[in-house]
C-alpha cells in the first residue's frame, strides 16, 4: 500500500433526501492544472471498496504522474452509510454520479472493476445525455460484469434460491473472498433489468481497454468477448490473460491495469 493513497482522509457526502439518504465517503486527489487537469474515477466491484488494491494503486499512479483521482465507497460498502441490502445499480449509479458532479472534474478517465465495470458503462450513458459533463478521455474495465444479473445471475438460479427470491426477497452463496455470504436482493435483480446495456449498441465516444482474466471463475471471458460486440463504434482493446482469476490483482495484472489507465490519460498530457 503506497503512503501518498494512505495520506488522504474521506470526506462525506450525503445522497439522497429523507429516510433514503446516506453519507457517501469520498477520497480525492486534486488534479494537476492545464493539460494535467485529468482524474481517474474509480468504480469498485460488488462488496469491494476504494482501499482496495487495485484502487490503491491507481491513486498512487495518478500521485506520480501529478494528475487527479477520485475514489468513493458506494453505499453499503466500506466507510460509507446506508444498508448494502438497499443497494441497487440505480441507486449506485446515483452515487456516482452525484460524487462526479460533487468534485467537478475537467477530464475523466472511468476505471471499473467487475461490477464497477457496469457502472462505468452506465455513468458514461448517463453523462452523454448532459450538455454540460466532463470529457470521457477512456475507460479501462476490469473484469467487467455489465448485465451480470441478468446474464450470469438469473439463468444459474436454483430452485431454492427462486423459492428463497420469492419468500424472503433475497438469497445468499458462499463468497470466496469474505467469510460472510454475498447477499442477492429481488431489488437488486429487478432493478439490474432496467440497468441492461447489452441489449444494444454502446456508443462511450472514448477508447475502452478491456482486461479479462480467462481463469475467471465469476465472470467468464466469453461475457468480456460479448461485450466487446456492443461496442461497435470505439477503439477497444481486450486484453485476455491467459491465467488470469476475477480479481486480476497480481504484480502483473496490477501493472497491465496502470499501463492501460496511464496511456488514456496520457492522451491528455502533451
Known sequence: MSETAKAIQPTFLPVGTGESQRQIAICERAAGRGAKNVSFVWLSGYRSDMSGTKALELDALAARLGIGCIRFDYSGHGQSGGDFTNGTISRWLEEALVVIDHTKPKTIVL????????????????????????????????????????????????????????????????????????????????????????????????PVHILQGMEDADVPFSHSLKLVEHLPADDVVLTLVRDGDHRLSRPQDLERMLSAAEALALHNIP
Do not use: H
Open 111 to 206: 476505471v471499473g472493476s467487475s461490477m464497477g465495470g457496469w457502472i462505468a458503462l452506465r455513468v458514461v450513458q448517463e453523462l452523454r445525455k448532459r450538455k454540460k459533463a466532463p470529457t470521457i478521455a477512456g475507460l479501462v474495465l476490469i473484469a467487467p460484469a455489465p448485465d451480470f444479473t441478468v446474464d450470469l445471475i438469473e439463468p444459474n438460479l436454483s430452485d431454492v434460491e427462486r423459492r428463497s427470491l420469492a419468500e424472503r426477497g433475497y438469497f445468499e452463496e458462499p463468497s470466496e473472498y469474505s467469510p460472510e455470504p454475498n447477499i442477492f436482493t429481488r431489488a437488486l435483480i429487478e432493478d439490474g433489468r432496467a440497468n441492461r446495456v447489452l441489449n444494444g449498441i454502446i456508443e462511450t465516444g472514448c
